[in-house]
């Protein structure tokens, strides 16, 4: 019995914790890879949720060049069904170690299709890539958990159910 109990609270504790604990849907995952343009080889990685999307611009050199100090990254977003104007956002330089990355925040405002233009501009010259992209719904937040995990809960609370049963029911004589 007490194992039951130690078990119980140990479920509701980690149910408590992680019901406080701030949500993620997912990893960026590569819209753009290794696209030479200009003077610059570029890859792009979003996480492109309704709301706030992020967008992660590497970038590295192309052969025979090296990267200047200062450069702009823009990132361009528009519907493809053309009902608003395009938007830009200026991306920020993040101080990483062993490669050169920009981060941006953009909004979109419905789930549906997006085109996206990246462009970079620096001493060595203009590059420009683009593509098209998806704005996926943002989940629930906390509410997730539990609705995903309520199959998990449901069938181990039936299994600890008919274990507790099992063991507590007398036995034939």
């Not at 570029?42 to 706030?52: C, L, Q, Y």
């Not at 823009?74 to 104007?85: A, D, E, K, W, Y």
């Not at 938007?87 to 549906?112: I, P, T, W």
């Not at 992209?133 to 600890?160: H, K, R």
Request: with cysteine; aromatic share 10%; net charge neutral.
């Amino acid at each position: 019995m007490r194992r039951g109990v130690v078990a119980a609270c140990s479920a509701l504790l980690l149910l408590v914790v992680a019901a406080r604990a701030p949500g993620h849907d997912g990893p960026p995952f590569p819209i753009i890879v290794d696209r030479q343009a200009g003077p610059y080889v570029i890859s792009v990685w979003a996480d492109p949720d309704v709301g706030t999307g992020t967008f992660f611009v590497i970038l590295a050199p192309a052969p025979g060049k090296s990267l200047p100090e200062e450069m702009k990254v823009t990132v361009h977003v528009q519907p493809t069904s053309g009902r608003l104007p395009e938007a830009s956002y200026e991306c920020k330089r993040q101080n990483l170690r062993n490669r050169v990355q920009y981060h941006g925040e953009v909004e979109f405002d419905q789930q549906e299709m997006w085109r996206v233009r990246v462009q970079i501009h620096s001493e060595l010259g203009a590059g420009e890539v683009s593509t098209e992209v998806e704005a996926t719904p943002p989940g629930f937040g906390p509410w997730d958990l539990l609705l995903y995990g309520f199959p998990f809960i449901l069938f181990g609370s039936l299994w600890m159910y008919a274990a507790l049963r099992r063991r507590f029911s007398k036995p034939p004589t």
